[in-house]
């Protein structure tokens, strides 16, 4: 009997696979649509999010279940335009490509105790609440956007995890970019990276486009046309068809998807990236 | 199909007889498994409860409860009795948390609680059969099996409805409990007749078996040994015949009364008046159109004041027979990520409420499904009163 693809259910048997591609280029330090703060910044407060938030939701009695391997890359230039591509998680886990879950939930780089804000539920008043949060990434924002190199080397990552993880829920890419890559076509970069697969389905590749002015946001578009601009158009060819839990998911979360919708965003805002990112997670079998 | 240990007609002061088999959702883990139960053949309660495994010790809430529904049996037809009961388990749960100790994640996650669904059956001598009575809040499943024939399934009657988050009990009073809803039947079961209690993970499997028209064989579980039956379990997991979760499997097989006689009371009664005909859909693909129509009302309680002080009339007034469906999402929406400046955290707040309209979607969808339970519950009531009476009346 064939299975379905896109139905491994993710467990400490058939771990998933997260892989980040964060641009840390200088024009990052531009301040995202309807915000003020720098695109670089809401970023990262995203993705230190998502980890936190991931952690929490893989706690157990007995600690963090290890059953996601996640990987937080950053790529940027020097100032001889050379690509700097590296890990961005901070801390004790400086300098890895991909850790478990369980090792992430362990070893922030700090604990930073700041206010958060709560409605207090008889008067609806907001009221502070000091809540310890975690933080594995900083902000960066300088040089170029060597997308090709990343690509490349997120190739490599994702080549030799699916080697230890042949029948995995196939590893889920997001890219996360302001601007056109700046050492070539990533076009050809990005197929080669969605031709990796495990033995249920290809690797998942999803972009998003963050965007400095208020523009009309584009999400999971399933079409070419209509899109605003040539950088668009190519983020679009480089992204995944979403399958059919992905579909079946959005449509309960009330999002219209055409049958072959991408895994992109343009002109993403800080609500649409977080949507973004749950979107990737929550449609994968078992990390409800 | 006899039992070994099933004699008919034997006597004994045990209601039925019982196997339990769990394993947990990783084998090389088995202490992480958040799933318990519990029996009193004597008494003739038996019990099992689901932690959910995303909320924070889990394992030990229910544990918990599923020990209380033995040793203290709740009512939850009296609200203020039952929140006592809650209330008094609560106390117990909190007593076993040491948190002084935990990192962050746990921290984070141990304001939120543990949840557990629960599900426990008791019986009653009546003559020669027992009387049934069922009581269940979220997802774990009873199978009243007489030979081959499915008599019941309850309270989930079809694999699809597993896919939503159950209505859970909480190890915190969150302030959530007037969305708590017990399913309930009170019905015969007689001797002989096997009763199926287990987790939604097994629930899932035996439904989609129904549901193709074939039969679980739990006589055949039944003579397994544990082992035996895990290493099945464990491969039906690799086959994606049933969800890697935390299993739980128990059958019994009803005795009879101790003041049964033996002459006139070795064969079972015909079909009870309330039968739930096998599951045979035209296609194996589950979906509504192919679920039977459940036959008997599912009477639906609403719980649970969680003080005493609480007044009755602060209770909501019972559902009408309509299968209850999960509410309350086990775990409140995630915090906000820290860092963010006020108009940041209310954009998170719109995220959240977008989540809660998904939370409201899904809340409609199964009213929806459980009016349309509803109705063709009654229709089916109709039938069974009118058709056969009508001949009477005229007479």
Aim: charged fraction near 20%.
């Amino acid at each position: 009997m064939s299975r379905a693809s896109y139905s491994q259910e993710i467990n400490r048997q058939n771990k998933g696979c997260f892989l980040f591609l964060l641009d840390q280029s200088y024009s990052m330090e531009e301040p995202l649509g309807n915000s003020a703060s720098r695109k670089c910044d809401q970023l990262v407060a995203a993705i230190n999010g998502w980890l936190q938030n991931m952690a929490i939701r893989a706690t157990g009695d007995q600690g963090i279940r290890d059953w996601l391997d996640v990987g937080v890359m950053g790529y940027r230039t020097d100032p001889a335009a050379q690509p700097i591509i590296e890990p961005a998680l901070q801390g004790p886990l400086a300098g890895k490509t991909i850790c478990s879950i369980t090792e992430i939930g362990a070893h922030p780089a700090r604990i930073e105790t700041r206010t958060q804000y709560f409605p207090d539920e008889e008067t609806g008043q907001m009221i502070p609440v000091p809540c310890e949060t975690p933080v594995w990434v900083d902000a960066k924002a300088e040089g170029g956007t060597p997308m090709c190199h990343m690509l490349y080397f997120a190739h490599q990552i994702l080549a030799d995890w699916i080697s230890r993880h042949p029948y995995s829920f196939p590893p889920i890419v997001v890219h996360i970019t302001d601007g056109e890559s700046q050492d070539g076509d990533p076009i050809p970069y990005a197929d080669a990276v969605r031709s990796l697969a495990t033995a249920d389905g290809n690797v998942l590749l999803l972009n998003c486009h963050l965007s400095m002015t208020a523009a009309q946001p584009f999400m999971f578009p399933a079409g070419e046309e209509g899109l605003p601009d040539e950088l668009a158009k190519v983020l679009f060819r480089m992204s995944s068809v979403l399958p059919g839990p992905f579909l079946r998911h959005a449509s309960q979360e009330g999002l219209r998807m055409q049958p072959n919708a991408r895994g992109m965003a343009f002109n993403a805002d800080m609500v649409c990236l977080i949507q973004f990112l749950n979107m990737g997670t929550k449609a994968a079998p078992g990390l409800r | 199909m006899i039992l070994s240990s099933f004699k008919p007609g034997f006597q004994t002061t045990m209601r039925f007889e019982s196997r339990i088999f769990q394993l947990a959702k990783d084998p090389q883990a088995p202490t992480d498994f958040q799933d318990a139960c519990q029996v009193d053949a004597a008494q003739g309660v038996a019990t099992v409860a689901d932690g959910v495994s995303s909320s924070l010790f889990a394992g030990v809430w229910a544990s918990i409860l599923t020990a209380a529904v033995v040793a203290d049996p709740p009512d939850p037809a009296d609200p203020n009795a039952f929140g006592r009961w809650l209330a008094n388990r609560r106390a117990a749960w909190s007593q076993q948390i040491d948190a002084s100790n935990l990192p962050w994640f746990q921290k984070v996650k141990l304001k939120q609680g543990a949840f557990s669904t629960l599900l426990w059956i008791r019986l009653n001598p009546s003559g020669s059969e027992y009387g049934m009575q069922c009581w269940a809040v979220g997802d774990c499943c009873l199978f009243h099996v007489r030979g081959e024939r499915l008599l019941r399934s309850f309270p989930i009657l079809n694999s699809a409805e597993l896919d939503a988050n159950p209505l859970a009990l909480g190890s915190l009073d969150l302030n959530h409990d007037q969305y708590l809803r017990f399913a309930t039947f009170d019905d015969g079961c007689s001797p002989g007749d096997t009763l199926v209690l287990c987790t939604d993970a097994l629930a899932g499997w035996a439904l989609k078996e129904y549901e193709s028209g074939r039969t679980p064989a739990w006589d055949r579980l039944w003579s397994l040994s544990e082992d035996a039956w895990r290493a099945e379990i464990i491969e039906q997991r690799a086959a994606q015949q049933i969800r890697y979760d935390d299993t739980t499997l128990l059958l019994l097989r009803v005795c009879h009364p101790p003041t049964t006689s033996l002459a006139s009371k070795t064969v079972p009664k015909p079909v009870p008046a309330v039968v739930i005909e096998p599951i045979v859909p035209t296609s194996p693909a589950s979906s509504p159109k192919t679920v039977p129509k459940p036959v008997s009302a599912v009477v639906v309680e609403p719980i649970v004041p969680t003080s005493p002080a609480s007044s009755p009339k602060a209770v909501p007034k019972p559902v009408p027979a309509v299968v209850v469906e999960p509410i309350v999402p086990p775990l409140p929406p995630p915090n906000p990520p820290a860092g963010l400046s006020d108009s940041d955290v209310r954009r998170w707040a719109e995220s959240i409420a977008s989540a809660s309209e998904d939370l409201a979607e899904q809340v409609s969808d199964e009213m929806i499904k459980g009016m349309r339970k509803l109705k063709d519950s009654l229709f089916q009531k109709y039938r069974d009163n009118s058709a056969p009476k009508d001949p009477k009346k005229g007479e």
